[in-house]
Nanobody, 122 residues
Framework: VQLVESGGGSVQAGGSLRPSCAAS????????IAWSRQAPGKGREGVSC????????YYSGSVKGRFTMSVDNAKKMVFLQMNSSKPEDTAVYYC????????????????WGQGTQVTVFS
């Protein structure tokens, strides 16, 4: 099993980026899928999560309305459309899969990617 993120980079505040995550060795439909991020000197923060059990996508308050998560199950790709970016979005972004996550529980992640750097400058 492998998760590989790409598509990070630098963007001016207000701009857009679309990190992606390529999965191999498993079927995405069997997992809840999440994006999280870690800014310098801070702990890891959940950004969005697609629930395997009910198909609902959840977003953190800090990105809701600006970020959109999507999944292409046939291509085993996960995307995070980042619009109206802010400098506080600067972080390493990770995708992860969890077979047993449900809303209200902690997302521990069975598999994690290596991360992709996103930098938003003002």
């Amino acid at each position: 099993v492998q998760l590989v993120e790409s598509g990070g980079g630098s963007v001016q505040a207000g701009g857009s980026l679309r990190p992606s995550c390529a999965a191999s060795g498993l079927r995405l439909v069997n997992y809840s899928i999440a994006w999280s991020r870690q800014a310098p000197g801070k702990g890891r923060e959940g950004v969005s999560c697609l629930s395997f059990s009910d198909g609902t996508t959840y977003y953190s308050g800090s990105v809701k309305g600006r970020f959109t998560m999507s999944v292409d199950n046939a291509k085993k790709m996960v995307f995070l459309q980042m619009n109206s970016s802010k400098p506080e979005d600067t972080a390493v972004y990770y995708c992860a899969l969890d077979k047993f996550w449900s809303s209200g529980t902690s997302f521990t992640g069975d598999y994690w990617g290596q991360g992709t750097q996103v930098t938003v400058f003002s």
